[in-house]
């Protein structure tokens, strides 16, 4: 278990500490269930009211809220920003360390310095590992793929051949990159496959959620930028290209050649046509659907609100006869506008 | 393959049997398909005009509906549940038995009587691992995670650290429990990570599909109540909570910090947003999207229904149009009512 | 590196060479990137301007598209079959060849001629194995199932016990097929287990992208039909049967014992409800929801386009008033009707 005084953590979040510099604790926890020995942190003006019974060794906090706290306070203009950067304080070890006897290396493949590979890791041949990287169990790298220093890849991971991952990225169980993009042309009733002969290129500090697809390129590479963080569950086709810090919820799919700019935000459940454009700073709330290229920034949603069945029913049967609806109100104008005539 | 008589049959559904008790069957089939050695139901009587032409060697049935088969009847108030539990009676055992020699478990760990772990499996240290629990091929286990008695993984799951498994679960393949939630905090352009350091907790007798992802909390659990289903491709963000009995079906996303009551049901491919309280007996119809809490039980929906897509299209036209339309029938209204004054 | 002369690719696809026979090429690639050790093609006229600068050593054209490039031309009816055909002679080489000696093969199991097991596969009892079939690193094969010759599985794939897979398949990392349906009995406020006892069965030359997953049949099989092609994250419920040649894009969900015909696609994120029936020829676009049976082929679509947020919250709003606008507008009709009668 880490300790920390509030002292070294006020340096290390460039915090005012209101407090006792002296004072140590060993983790973190919300402003309800904190314990003395713990950290918390007011991020949302809601749960102000809660800090009075809070029990926390310290609370983060805006200076304009020093006051909502009696105890230790470490005050920060972005309280949420010091929370993201303690919780990497407190985040627990790698669990193992060295290159396990079951691992599988080619002998063409290239390990740098302290590589830890768990039981059952496979890597291909000429394949190129990092500085630091860490690789889960049972884990598998396709020949020539690359990993840049310090990521650290989950459990039961899969890169094909060819890929390159950039430096201090993370990427978690089941997530799949590299696979086939899905390209066939038609021969008649035949359905003939386009080997897909590009690869994937990501760039540096890139988070990939679990069980996340992301598809080797048909000719080019599909291309995810700097900084990019990918949820569970999200599907990346072929040729796609994901501008830098651009982030994507669950389960969110994404069809070829589809190209996102930076700072880019999707939602949950959302998908996005093939061959579009989309510039950056694009938000797309949850579970829309684009279909056309977006030139402008701004917020973007598709889809109907929530209702009770019975009603939502009625409505959508209504929706079939919209485009009627919309000619027969245009004629009572008419009509009405006749008779004041 | 197991063989039962249908005396034997009777007594472990409570079924009233007519017919002959030492009659022996090997198996279940539906009406249309059931041979003299199987056992079929009739759960819906929508398919029991083919009951004259079934071949069944004994069906299970609704007393009422007695005289439709005049064969040998098992007779059962609910005979889809009958047929549920004669399923399990005919399920083929495990196919492993004991400690696979490749399997690599922590010096650390403990395992129980009777655990069956197949080829490749990894436990981690610290580990606790019930009795009776049987675990696939290539299936990791995290460091001082706990699996309860009789609880049953396939291959290829991945349970990373820190996570509490109950009693009699069942994990399918390529399912990934216990990995980050989708936490980061904006630094100016960039995003920062917030290290998830909750756990996940799952309950007795769960269901957890294949390829479905259950993330840890970022402070406190995400937390699967006793009895819950999730089917495949399930996506549970972190601090997600649901309550007990609360079935979900294929393809549903649900976001950070969502609670769901007890006895819900959401159908598949739905969008449930962060956040959110969902009251006990909740239904939500396939593919809606579920953006504010719903504190009334009952069924609830959004979306459109499925049109030929060219009439589709018009009426989609229309929808970008609807406040517009609907102010111009308040303007109507007024005008008319002008006019009749 | 596969060197190929123009000669040889006119032989091989049928396509008219206008050019240099001798000329070596080693690739594939698009218009605007193909260097003169490449071939090119031209399969959208939204792209013909690009010819005047394209560098490639060939570009494969339509006959009556000849004149657009001034070098090396193979003339083809078809010139995006051409190019399907011609990258499968471009496809690298499998990466590694005979059977690992990490790899766990039952005693019982059958391997067929020149067999490719990676590190780390497991071949459960009484499998059958295919000759030329590829099985990637920490793939598992359960007890019974059968691969057809010359298919192909990825890393971390999951084969559950008495699945059929037909011949030259290609299965992608992180897929699963043959897990439980998802099916359960209520018995009061508990869910009762249905065992799932029927399989899976694969038809001859189908694609099954990453993370797919294919559900086992509760009694009767699941069935895949001949040709068919699965994009990533698709999920197939228990007794799904899919025709041939039928094409469903990434992140699509088929709920369980719906029926498509041939020749059918259907668009990514979509959703498909249980107990259906589609006909040959059904084409369903991306995120629509089929709620019923369709009978004729065609195109079908559900849900709104997309638009700016704060026009679709409007807009969104008004769904809700919709039959109440109806009734409106029928009243008003009415109204008018009177006033000028």
């Keep these: 278990m880490q300790h920390l005084t509030l002292g070294e953590i006020a340096q290390l979040l460039g915090a005012e500490l209101k407090g006792e510099a002296g004072y140590p604790v060993t983790g973190l926890a919300t402003v309800v269930k904190a314990q003395p020995h713990q950290v918390s942190f007011l991020a949302n003006m809601k749960y102000a009211s809660q800090l009075e019974q809070c029990a926390a060794g310290a609370v983060i906090l805006h200076p304009d809220q020093a006051h909502l706290f009696g105890g230790n306070r470490l005050l920060l203009v972005n309280p ?77 991971v899969t890169l094909y051949h060819g890929v390159e991952l950039g430096r201090s990225c993370t990427v978690h169980s089941g997530a799949v990159i590299g696979a086939d993009g899905f390209g066939f042309a038609k021969d008649g009733d035949e359905w003939v496959k386009i080997e897909q002969l590009g690869g994937v290129i990501v760039g540096d500090f890139v988070e990939i959620g679990a069980g996340t697809s992301i598809d080797r390129g048909a000719l080019d590479n599909t291309v995810i930028g700097h900084g990019v963080k990918l949820d569970n569950q999200v599907q990346i086709a072929h040729n796609v290209e994901l ?16 190209k996102l700019g930076k700072h880019c935000t999707v939602a949950g459940a959302c998908g996005i046509t093939g061959h579009l454009t989309l510039v950056d700073g694009v938000h797309v709330t949850a579970m829309s659907l684009v279909t056309h290229s977006i030139n402008e920034p701004g917020a973007y949603s598709s889809g109907t609100g929530l209702d009770k069945n019975q009603k939502w029913r009625r409505n959508a049967a209504r929706f079939k006869q919209l485009d009627q609806m919309a000619k027969r109100l245009k004629q009572l104008e008419a009509e009405l506008q006749q008779l004041k005539g």
Excluded at 90 to 97: I, T
């Design 243 to 258: 501008g830098d810090y651009t982030a994507i919820a669950g389960c969110t799919a994404i069809a070829g050649s589809t």
């Design 80 to 156: 949420y920003l010091g929370y993201a950067r303690l919780s990497q304080a407190f985040a627990p070890a790698d669990q193992f360390s060295g290159i396990h006897a079951s691992a599988e290396v080619a002998a063409s493949a290239r390990l740098g310095d302290q590589v830890n590979l768990a039981p059952g890791v496979v890597i291909g041949a000429h394949a190129i590992i990092g500085d630091g990287v860490t690789i889960g169990a049972n884990t598998v790298v396709g020949a020539g793929s690359s990993i840049g220093d310090h990521t650290r890849l989950g459990a039961n």
